[in-house]
């Protein structure tokens, strides 16, 4: 199971960090990843890590805004976002893939398991 938290409401500029528990003993087999689903849109790929933590992926829209992390001790995968725009608002989501890796990780349908979302909300 995962569970993401840590959104809210931020002015524009602003930072958040989102975090997700995973419950199991078999975390650091998956690739975990974040994506996003702004209101009215479809879920959309934000973020991925590899297994070790290693390796990164993000869309063109957060490189260099967002950072992606992870603490296989702790069943944790972290999401740093900073200088927040109000396009960055969405239903935040982690999510785990088991067979993939990053770069290969960013459609939805690669993922096994979701967390319930959070919800991230940028003011301007």
């Known amino acids: 199971q995962l569970q993401a938290y840590g959104g809210g409401l931020v002015q524009a500029g602003g930072s958040l960090r989102l975090s997700c528990a995973a419950s199991?003993?078999?975390?650091?087999?998956?690739?975990m990843g974040w994506f996003r689903q702004p209101p009215g849109k479809e879920r959309e790929f934000v973020a991925a890590?590899?297994?070790?933590?290693?390796?990164?992926d993000f869309t063109d829209s957060v490189k260099g805004r967002f950072t992606i992390s992870r603490d296989n001790t702790k069943n944790m995968v972290y999401l740093q976002m900073n200088s927040l725009k109000p396009e960055d608002t969405a239903v935040y989501f982690c999510?785990?893939?088991?067979?993939?890796?990053?770069?290969?990780?960013?459609?939805?349908?690669?993922?096994?398991?979701w967390g319930q979302g959070t919800q991230v909300t940028v003011s301007s």
């Open positions: 999510a785990a893939d088991a067979g993939g890796a990053v770069g290969t990780s960013r459609r939805v349908v690669r993922y096994d398991y």
């Open positions: 199991g003993r078999t975390f650091s087999a998956y690739v």
């Open positions: 890590i590899s297994r070790s933590g290693g390796s990164t």
